[in-house]
């Protein structure tokens, strides 16, 4: 059966781009005559709050979508993300990084004297690599005197230990796998235990998701999802990545275009139908969206 999820960051209200990826999901499963997932993506504590967890749920309701059991909330499973990540070490494939986000910065304008030495990616330039080549025995006394670190995916090791890979996209097809293409990514923060692309692959396969549905922005992350599946041993998923909806300015929404939050339409006296409708989703599908509105 098909399982699809909506996995929101409770950091500010939901968007009209929200209400597009959530629609999509809903109606990805509800076609298909599968289930629709809710997660709260807040391993973020400084960024997210409960009144937006609250507020999300209540505009997603509103909007007429339903979604399948329980919602998952990740602050809540930080054993599971510690569990993956002990198997990842296990296998040889991570380190402990102590470089700070301006040690980084400084790296990569060093390197960038000799621009062949600097490697960028989709999203920008590559953790350089620094604590990659640090004596094992050194790193570990100091992850064992407290200083602060994350844990990195050394991932030419992981693509070495998997070999190629492959994943595939409903809207674009067979992908060869290019983790590589966003470096040594973080799988633990300095200040959090577990990381976005960590949680994400822990809890899809933990919650049976077979068909990842999200915006096409998270197209690049799933190359290093597709490899830390490989690594874990997890059953591979469909993906389907979505278009995102542009502002007037034809930038992406995001949750400074207050006037498109969910609840500000809803002030406004825009009804549920009007609403999916501009978060393109026009139409009577079948279902309770169909109805509601
Ligand atoms: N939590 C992510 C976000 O709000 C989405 C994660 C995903 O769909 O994989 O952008």
Redesign the pocket.
């Known amino acids: 059966m098909t399982t699809t999820?909506?996995?929101?960051?409770p950091t500010g209200y939901l968007h009209l781009g929200?209400a597009h990826?959530a629609l999509f999901g809903w109606r990805a499963a509800r076609d298909r005559g599968g289930r629709f997932l809710l997660?709260v993506?807040d391993i973020d504590p400084n960024r997210c709050r409960p009144e937006f967890e609250a507020a999300l749920k209540e505009d997603l309701a509103w909007l007429g979508l339903d979604w399948d059991g329980p919602v998952r909330r990740q602050s809540d499973h930080m054993g599971d993300y510690a569990a993956a990540l002990a198997k990842l070490a296990a296998l040889g494939v991570t380190y402990p990084c102590f470089c700070s986000r301006k040690e980084i910065q400084e790296e990569i304008a060093r390197a960038g004297n000799a621009p062949h030495l600097v490697a960028a990616g989709p999203e920008g330039p590559l953790y350089p690599g620094t604590c990659r080549h640090l004596d094992k025995g050194v790193a570990a006394e100091r992850v064992a005197a407290g200083v602060p670190h994350a844990i990195r995916l050394d991932v030419s090791r992981a693509c070495a230990l998997t070999g190629p890979l492959t994943w595939d996209d409903l809207g674009k097809g067979r992908i060869a796998a290019t983790p590589e293409i966003l470096g040594d990514v973080v799988l633990a923060r300095r200040d959090v235990p577990t990381s976005?692309h960590l949680a994400?692959t822990v809890d899809?396969h933990l919650q049976g998701v077979t068909l990842?549905?999200?915006?096409e922005?998270?197209f690049h992350?799933t190359h290093v999802h597709r490899l830390l599946q490989a690594l874990l041993g997890y059953a591979v998923p469909e993906w389907w990545h979505h278009g995102l909806l542009l502002n007037a300015e034809g930038q992406r929404l995001s949750k400074r275009d207050g006037a498109t939050a969910l609840r500000a339409l809803r002030d406004m006296g825009r009804s549920p139908a009007e609403v999916r409708a501009l978060a393109g989703f026009p139409g009577a599908p079948s279902g309770p969206i169909g109805s509601a509105g």
Do not use: K, Q
Request: no cysteine; net charge neutral; charged share 30%.
């Open positions: 999820r909506f996995a929101p960051s929200h990826s997660r993506e976005y994400v899809d990842v549905t999200r915006g922005d998270l992350a």
